[in-house]
């Protein structure tokens, strides 16, 4: 199989809502006191999930998803995809579809810190991969219920992901939004 611009302007276009609800579900930890998903319980002595997977990152990662989709189907009739020497699988988004995908990504997240909290990573530790894959993973399961997924997507998205992560994080850091570069 062979990467093409093609394959990448097809994923980026289905994954959109899902980047935009996990990079911006961390503006919902600049209100202090929200609630944990897991109740703060534990689990054989550790959090099951910890403090940083809430029940307002849950919704806004929702509301997030049907934004962005909804921004994405008024935009499609603009994009000049009719353009495209070959024809081009456009996934046609809606806002149930985008909620699937911030729900995805929100719960997919979850996931990851159930892993980190099992393996004894606190709270924020860095998980090299598993924080940016978790999270797509999560989104491309729950988008597939509804629409079929190219398996080239979701190599592609698996590849980039991370790379992508690294290179907004540099950015961040050099624009002073964060403290490190990663
Ligand atoms: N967040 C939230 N609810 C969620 C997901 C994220 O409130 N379901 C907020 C929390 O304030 C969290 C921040 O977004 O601290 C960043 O998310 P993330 O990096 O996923 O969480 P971490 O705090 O790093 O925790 P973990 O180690 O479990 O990934
Ligand atoms: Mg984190």
């Known amino acids: 199989m062979i990467f093409t611009l093609w394959i990448l302007i097809e994923s ?3 994954i959109l809502p899902a980047y935009a609800v996990n990079g911006l579900v961390p ?5 202090k006191n929200n609630h944990p998903i897991d109740f703060g319980k534990r689990f054989r002595g550790k ?3 910890g403090s940083g997977k809430t029940w307002e990152g849950l ?3 929702c509301f997030i998803g049907i934004l962005i989709a909804s921004i994405e189907m008024l935009a499609f009739p603009y994009l000049p995809f ?3 020497p070959v024809p081009l699988t456009i996934i046609p988004m809606y806002p149930i579809l985008g ?4 729900l995805g990504t929100i719960i997919g997240d979850m996931v990851g810190s159930f892993i980190k909290r099992r393996i004894g990573l606190p709270r ?3 998980a090299p991969l598993l924080d940016q894959e978790d999270f797509l993973l999560g989104a491309l399961l729950f988008a597939s219920f509804m629409v079929i997924i190219k398996i080239d997507w979701v190599l592609l998205l698996v590849i980039i992901t991370p790379i ?5 994080n540099v950015i961040g850091f050099k624009i002073r939004v964060k403290k490190e570069p990663w």
């Open 82 to 84: 009719d353009q495209s």
């Open 27 to 31: 503006l919902v930890g600049l209100k």
């Open 124 to 126: 924020g530790a860095i």
């Open 59 to 61: 919704a806004f990662g």
């Open 99 to 102: 909620f699937m995908l911030g």
């Open 12 to 14: 980026i276009w289905i």
């Open 164 to 168: 992508i992560h690294l290179i907004a």
């Open 47 to 49: 959090p099951i999930l």
